[in-house]
């Protein structure tokens, strides 16, 4: 695809399940956010991947949440034992290097219930 | 801590008027200034950005000002239209990997 591919576009969950949410970068963008988006407030850093590191976890909110990226392209976000503050819109975006970031995926609304 | 401020919260303007959204930044060590916009249902596209070496940049109907000395800067829609109607977010950039600090957005509504 073109774009920054995020999938489910939607999920559903009960408090205490676990769950994952997955990028798909752009072809070649070797940097790789997430980012976090509860209703009515600005975009919360969560990581950051270049290629398969991850130099900077400091956004992450707690020891429930973790990501890895492989291969250098797609990225899994995994939030255990979900609670219900975890409801928001996690988005992904990707960047080429040099440069900031540009392209956002339509993000994943994770519903907590 | 916010680390960007951004106001204000919700904007209504009306068609071919002049939108303007004003943030500020305490870090000094922020070095690029993006502007992102945000329809329903997408995630946030880059707009325009700024470096703080020039007070103002324009592309098309879009300028951004830019005040390094009071650490504010801002977003001028010209003749607003409909299809601006979308929420803005001003960020600020630091960091060799270009780590995006996001303000916590404005709803433009921009009505016929």
């Known amino acids: 695809g073109a774009g920054v591919s995020q999938s489910p576009s939607n999920k559903v969950t009960e408090k205490g399940k676990d769950v994952e949410l997955r990028c798909d970068p752009i072809?070649?963008?070797?940097?790789l956010y997430w980012y976090r988006q509860s209703l009515g407030q600005g975009l919360e850093f969560l990581i950051y991947f270049q290629g398969n590191s991850a130099p900077d976890k400091s956004g992450l909110p707690s020891d429930r949440f973790s990501a890895e990226r492989t291969g250098g392209s797609v990225s899994t976000l995994t939030i255990q034992r979900t609670q219900q503050e975890d409801s928001a819109v996690y988005l992904c975006?990707?960047?080429?290097?040099?440069?900031?970031?540009?392209?956002f995926g339509a993000g994943t609304r994770l519903s907590v219930l | 801590q916010q680390q960007v401020k951004q106001s204000p919260q919700s904007l209504i303007v009306q068609k071919g008027g002049i939108s303007i959204i004003n943030c500020a930044y305490e870090n000094t060590a922020f070095d690029y200034f993006p502007w992102y916009q945000q329809f329903p249902g997408k995630g946030p596209a880059l707009l325009i950005a700024i470096r703080p070496d020039v007070s103002e940049k324009k592309e098309g109907r879009f300028t951004i000002s830019f005040n390094k000395s009071a650490k504010q800067f801002s977003l001028h829609i010209m003749d607003s239209q409909p299809g601006d109607s979308a929420t803005y977010f001003c960020a600020a950039v630091s960091g060799g990997y270009q780590k995006v600090t996001f303000g916590t957005g404005t709803k433009l509504q921009v009505i016929p």
């Open positions: 975006a990707s960047s080429p290097p040099p440069g900031t970031v540009k392209y």
């Open positions: 072809s070649g963008h070797t940097a």
